[in-house]
């Protein structure tokens, strides 16, 4: 197996499926080499497997300037990429990859490295070294890779020790942004021909790309390096077993999201405007939960019954004025300003043991065993601003208000406890993610209202795959295979700010009162004052058998191709929302402890199924006849899916006058992933808690042909999708929701490759994807109301598990415009209640979206007091939910996919004296505009963008050492791979992924 990427004469040389098979590194030739690939899971040449699929050998990787996933997008048709909002990215083919968010959200692009499926790859982290080929296979796999393959399959192999000599190579690369990079490997035959053993490595280190004009650092850097080791032994010629050992690490300040885009919303009902995006504009602080919880507003509608006319006084916010902090968002998308510095760190171990064993003349076996663990940890700025600067005066007589209301019930020395708090002058406290923040003693202080979060997890998948090959003589062959994987994975999503730890010391210091053998001694935090979305376990347990049947009805012309494979896949979640959820002890550190004993008490229901302590839903937030149970600490969940699923192909190989080689095939494939579920669901708030799988049905014609003595490939296909159960994700009630959607998916792509000379080599590619959304509609998070004429927008204006969220009611028998006046919770925004009239929204409102079953008063529920009002919350006419009014998804395109893609390169070697030559090249991609979410609309569009790579190398005439120039995205365009909008509660902005700024430097190689 040591012979892939060999190159061959002219007369018999094939091109890979997609890309010119160059040689950088040595001068090129007008012969293009033969490349094997396992995309069917037994060698064979690229050109006569009948699937789409772009194969880059490691020279192929240097050519193209391929060193990152990222980079694959620009040299294979129907690729797109983008970093994610929580580390995570989305590597889509043919519109297909990852767009449900949660702990267990798979993608429908499986990536296997050395034949081991990984289950939760990082793939913003990590630069591509040491590779033999990587395969992208376009496409449904569902039979050979099963779970997680319904857009297609990345392969990822290593180099393997020669075991028949020494060699090594060290490469140094110095770039802008002050980059530095070391890569090589060494290649020791411990045992001639038996055992040999392969240690690569790779270093890579730059300064920020992104410039934070407020302290003058530069953000957005990068510090990794990766080390493998490959043992391979081969004590016969029957048996191959190979070992990977690799380690890998990240420790430096990138971000997850460079630029946040929002027109400001000057009423505070939403925080950004629903119909356009800015690059300068900041949220309006009043839509977000902390604002909210830290206003005049919010604590009048709290202690407005206690404390009367002192209550108002201990808000530091006010809902009825727009607040400003005099700083303008940097129009440049490489700049920021903020306080913050963001952390990011991630680590990897990965195992893999593979045995190929040849048993007989027409059997053999390959078995492979896997394990992998990955953690990653990103703290950012939320905003990436500053934050309003904390009013002087409102702190002063807010502190001088709550300490001398405890002091006065409870005595001086209740009041102590809380003064340290506030011992910071016109600064608030901000919670560390550990030891429960403030109220385990790790807090910092602010001077001003800001946020930071926090997305950390970590994840551990074992897996074995066991296959047998036939090889009879005859016209019938076969695969059986047998596989297993299981994954625990856990992680967090933290949003920390001041402006909800000052309202969790509040609501501790006051409603502690009323609970003195809780908090008399100690006092209590109503907490803990920050977001928690705490997924502690997800499991997930497959288990799949596959066959294939090969039958060669004509020898060296026609062959047909039928598999199936059944796959189970067991999941269970364990998991919660905490956010201000209940009265804890200052001094507790545990949060398992401190959320198990909440449950206990009565004061929250975490999971609303079961109970027996003395209770009612209106306190726990469950359905009004649910009882509080005390093994209510954590929301758990279970689900089993099977399916079959298989593909049938056929493959014609006729010889032809004009062509050298011609493949033609035409495949059905039925594709499947796994549903999964939410990450956490806070109780009562109508939130599913799983979604469903997904299921394809595809089908594909194609060609490829070799021509004119091997110098021309010309490859195509036309494919078409009919997608059931599409998962799609957007944020609802804290948390991020999945639903389920159809579509219907269809494309054609080509690709050219031509060597007319031993001098010049061009390559083409192109694809067309369309796609277009069924019968499907949902709620959009920037306009609940879809513009319906009597709908009223309401943002949740109190502390509670619903504040910040937004709501809408219908009115039903209220004169449009007018408010309900029930227990003082609604007023209208600065502007008026027609405040967002213009862009689309007729009315708007502050008020309350607590569950419409909650008792408000004896007997009376909150949606009775709304109904007697003239309001509803539902509008049957329009499918009108609380939630909001349903858009039309119906013939939208899929989010994250370009209709069109082209590629364009060219190579031209030239000879030097003394047998050096020069060797350069051109590569260029274009790709249309497209959306960043499924609703699309203008606000949604994504310009088209353009990348040109260019690089230029000088190679020795023994081939020991090569001096190569080079620049990526020369034109240094600014250019948008993705979007994500974020949650009501957080202001409606919008995240924007950027593509790598112009980078360029100097390459030095030496092999010995």
């Known amino acids: 197996m040591s012979g892939f990427g060999t190159r061959t004469s002219q007369s018999a040389a094939f091109v ?99 034949n081991v499926y990984l289950a939760a790859p990082n793939l913003a982290d990590g630069s591509f070294y040491d590779l033999q080929r990587i395969e992208v296979l376009r496409g449904p796999q569902s039979t050979l890779y099963g779970r997680g393959a319904t857009g297609g399959v990345v392969n990822v192999v290593a180099a393997k020790p020669d075991l028949t000599g020494f060699s090594s190579n060290l490469q140094a690369t110095y770039g802008n942004y002050d980059l530095m990079q070391f890569k090589g490997f060494v290649n020791v035959p411990l045992v001639t021909d038996q055992l040999g053993l392969r240690i690569a490595g790779d270093y890579v280190r730059h300064s920020g790309y992104t410039h934070n004009l407020y302290n003058n650092s530069h953000p957005d850097n990068r510090n990794q390096y990766s080390i493998r080791t490959e043992l391979r032994w081969e004590p016969t010629s029957r048996t191959r077993v190979d070992f990977t050992g690799q380690f890998s690490s990240e420790s430096d300040n990138h971000m997850r999201s460079q630029k946040q885009l929002c027109a400001t919303d000057p009423s505070g009902i939403l925080g950004c405007l629903p119909n356009s995006l800015s690059a300068t504009g900041a949220v309006n602080g009043n839509a977000t939960l902390g604002y909210i ?45 903020t306080t913050f510095d963001p952390t990011y760190r991630a680590q990897d171990n990965f195992l893999a043991l593979s ?53 006065h019930v409870a005595g001086p020395a209740y009041a102590a406890i809380y003064a340290p708090y506030f011992s910071h002058p016109n600064e608030l406290p901000i919670s560390g993610t550990t030891n429960l923040g403030v109220i385990g003693g790790n807090y910092t202080f602010s001077n001003s209202l800001a946020a930071y979060d926090q997305s950390n997890g970590a994840a551990t998948q074992w897996s074995g795959e066991w296959r047998f090959n036939t090889h009879f003589s005859g016209p019938l062959n076969g695969m059986l295979g047998f596989y297993y994987l299981q994954q625990n994975l856990n992680g967090n999503y933290f949003v920390n700010t001041d402006t909800l730890d000052y309202p969790s010391i509040i609501l501790g210091g006051l409603a502690g009162l009323a609970a003195p053998q809780l908090c008399g001694t100690t006092g209590c935090i109503y907490g803990p004052g920050y977001y928690n979305n705490y997924g502690k376990l997800n499991r997930l347990r497959s288990k799949g058998i596959y066959a294939e049947a090969y039958y060669t009805a004509i020898p060296h012309l026609l062959k047909f191709t039928v598999g199936a494979r059944w796959t189970e896949d067991q999941k269970y979640q364990q998991g919660r929302i905490e956010l201000l959820s209940g009265l804890v002890p200052i001094g507790s550190t545990n949060e398992d402890a401190a959320m198990a004993a909440l449950a206990s008490q009565g004061q929250i229901d975490f999971n609303c199924a079961n109970g027996s302590v003395p209770g009612t839903a209106a306190s726990a937030g469950c359905g009004v006849n649910q009882p509080v149970g005390p093994n209510d600490a954590w929301q758990f969940n279970q689900v089993t899916y099977d399916k079959w699923t298989g593909r049938a192909v056929v493959d014609y190989t006729p010889k032809l006058s004009f062509t050298d080689q011609s493949l033609f095939y035409a495949s059905y494939a039925r594709g499947y992933k796994a549903g999964g579920f939410n990450p956490g669901v806070q109780p009562g708030l109508g939130v599913p808690a799983s979604y469903n799988p997904e299921s394809i049905d595809a089908f594909e014609v194609g060609t490829k042909n070799t021509a004119l003595g091997g110098d021309l490939q010309a490859n195509g296909d036309i494919w078409y999708y009919n997608y059931t159960g599409l998962q799609v994700s957007k944020i609802v009630n804290n948390t991020s929701v999945n639903e389920n959607i159809n579509a219907k998916l269809w494309g054609v792509e080509s690709t050219v490759l031509w060597a007319p000379t031993n001098r010049w080599q061009f390559n083409l590619g192109f694809s067309s994807t369309n796609t277009s959304i069924g019968n499907s509609s949902s709620i959009n998070p920037r306009n609940p109301t879809n513009g319906y004429a009597n709908a009223l927008l309401v943002k949740d204006a109190t502390i509670s598990g619903t504040g910040g969220e937004n709501c809408v009611l219908y009115y039903n028998g209220a004169k449009p415009g007018t408010l309900p006046n029930v227990g003082g919770l609604f007023f209208a925004p600065p502007g008026g209640v027609g405040a967002l009239a213009s862009s689309g929204i007729p009315y708007a409102a502050y008020g309350s979206c607590m569950n419409p079953n909650k008792l408000i008063a004896p007997g009376v529920t909150y949606a009775q007091a709304l109904a007697a009002q003239g309001f509803s919350t539902t509008a049957p006419a329009v499918n009108g939910t609380y939630g909001g009014v349903p858009q039309s998804l119906k013939g939208n395109e899929l989010q994250n996919t370009p209709p069109v893609t082209i590629s364009i390169g060219a190579q031209y070697t030239l000879p030097l004296p003394n047998d050096y030559h020069l060797v350069s090249r051109v590569d260029y991609y274009w790709q249309t505009d497209m959306y960043g979410s499924v609703f699309n609309g203008a606000v949604n569009k994504i310009a088209s963008y353009d990348v040109m790579n260019l690089q230029s190398q000088l190679n020795s005439p023994d081939g020991t050492w090569y001096l190569r120039l080079w620049a990526k995205n020369v034109l240094d365009n600014n250019y948008i791979t993705g979007e994500y909008l974020t949650a009501a509660t957080s202001g409606n902005y919008t995240n924007a992924f950027y593509g790598d700024p112009r980078t360029f430097g100097v390459t030095f190689g030496l092999n010995f």
Do not use: C
């Open 16 to 114: 890979s499926a997609l890309l010119l098979t160059t040689m950088l590194a040595a001068p090129a030739f007008a012969q293009i080499e033969t490349v094997v690939v396992t995309a069917q899971k037994t060698s064979q040449n690229v050109q006569s497997v009948p699937i789409a699929i772009s194969a880059f050998t490691a020279h192929d990787l240097s050519a193209h300037q391929i060193t990152r996933f990222n980079d694959l997008q620009f040299a294979t048709p129907s690729v797109s990429y983008t970093k994610g909002n929580f580390t995570g990215s989305d590597f889509q083919i043919r519109g297909i990859g990852i767009t449900a968010v949660g702990y267990d959200a798979e993608s429908g692009v499986a990536i296997n490295f050395n």
């Open 293 to 337: 919880a830290s206003s005049v507003q919010a604590m009048t509608t709290t202690f407005g019954g206690t404390l009367g006319a002192l209550a108002p006084l201990l808000g530091l916010t006010n809902l009825a004025t727009t607040p400003t902090s005099g700083i303008s968002s940097p129009a440049n998308p490489r700049q920021i300003y």
């Open 355 to 407: 045995w190929h064993q040849s048993w007989a003349s027409w059997l053999d076996s390959d078995a492979v065993l896997g394990y992998d663990q990955n953690s990653v940890f990103s703290q950012e700025s939320y905003n990436n601003n500053p934050g309003v600067t904390i009013n002087p005066v409102a702190w002063a007589t807010a502190k001088a208000v709550f300490l001398g209301t405890l002091a």
